[in-house]
């Protein structure tokens, strides 16, 4: 491949507001690369469901999730922004003590019937192909260590081809929602070998570190 100028989209704050600017970077730059896969995080199916909508048939699409029945202590959810401490704070007034972080199996499924494959991802496994938690990715942007996370999960469960380049959306995590991370990675047989080739859109500023 040639030298190439790449743009990247640098947004002011993470959140849900900048998944539909994050579609259409990655589409445009999975037209530009010719690439045939899509990985997507999705702790609601709200994010999938759009990506499949959005992506139609150019690529097959992996959503991939936590194991089922997985919930997040309120005391996680981010509170580093306003709207995000005033959604934490409408939580704790209703009582709610802990929040879904991964698809039900009636969203996993009603997903595939859209045309997606679902992936749940098993840490053992995640843990003992990668002997790591990619927690050093944090630094530059929790977005992108998520996204490199279900790049694995997906890889581990034979979703995605050995050796193939691929787009992953991800989004803030814990609270935010949506997708503000775009990534291309090239995958491997042994995560030494595996690659983060473009980082096509990410908050410009990383939320805290996840912790828990």
Same mark, same amino acid.
């Given at each position: 491949?040639?030298?190439?100028?790449?743009?990247?989209?640098?947004?002011?704050?993470?959140?849900?507001?900048?998944?539909?600017?994050?579609?259409?970077?990655?589409?445009?730059?999975?037209?530009?690369?010719?690439?045939?896969?899509?990985?997507?995080?999705?702790?609601?199916?709200?994010?999938?469901?759009?990506?499949?909508?959005?992506?139609?048939?150019?690529?097959?699409?992996?959503?991939?999730?936590?194991?089922?029945?997985?919930?997040?202590?309120?005391?996680?959810?981010?509170?580093?922004?306003?709207?995000?401490?005033?959604?934490?704070?409408?939580?704790?007034?209703?009582?709610?003590?802990?929040?879904?972080?991964?698809?039900?199996?009636?969203?996993?499924?009603?997903?595939?019937?859209?045309?997606?494959?679902?992936?749940?991802?098993?840490?053992?496994?995640?843990?003992?192909?990668?002997? *790591?938690?990619? $927690?050093?990715? !944090? %630094?530059?942007?929790?977005? #992108?260590?998520?996204?490199?996370? &279900? =790049?694995?999960?997906?890889?581990?469960?034979?979703?995605?081809?050995?050796?193939?380049?691929?787009?992953?959306?991800?989004?803030?995590?814990?609270?935010?929602?949506?997708?503000?991370?775009?990534?291309?990675?090239? *995958?491997?047989? $042994?995560?030494? !070998? %595996?690659?983060?080739?473009? #980082?096509?859109?990410?908050?410009? &500023? =990383?939320?805290?570190?996840?912790?828990?």
């Amino acid at each position: 491949m040639d030298d190439q100028l790449l743009e990247v989209m640098l947004y002011a704050e993470p959140g849900p507001e900048n998944t539909e600017r994050t579609l259409e970077v990655a589409r445009s730059r999975l037209r530009a690369l010719s690439l045939e896969h899509l990985v997507v995080a999705s702790d609601t199916g709200k994010t999938a469901r759009r990506a499949i909508e959005f992506f139609g048939s150019e690529c097959s699409v992996v959503v991939v999730s936590n194991p089922a029945g997985m919930k997040l202590p309120l005391s996680k959810l981010h509170t580093y922004l306003p709207r995000f401490r005033a959604y934490r704070d409408a939580l704790a007034r209703r009582g709610v003590q802990a929040v879904p972080v991964s698809l039900t199996v009636e969203q996993g499924a009603a997903l595939e019937r859209e045309g997606a494959k679902v992936v749940r991802i098993d840490w053992r496994r995640f843990q003992a192909f990668t002997k *790591s938690g990619l $927690r050093s990715f !944090d %630094w530059y942007g929790v977005g #992108v260590r998520v996204a490199l996370c &279900v =790049s694995v999960a997906a890889h581990l469960e034979g979703a995605l081809p050995i050796d193939a380049e691929f787009l992953a959306l991800a989004g803030t995590g814990f609270g935010g929602g949506g997708a503000d991370t775009a990534v291309v990675v090239r *995958s491997a047989e $042994r995560w030494l !070998d %595996w690659r983060l080739l473009e #980082v096509l859109a990410r908050p410009r &500023v =990383s939320p805290p570190t996840e912790t828990g």
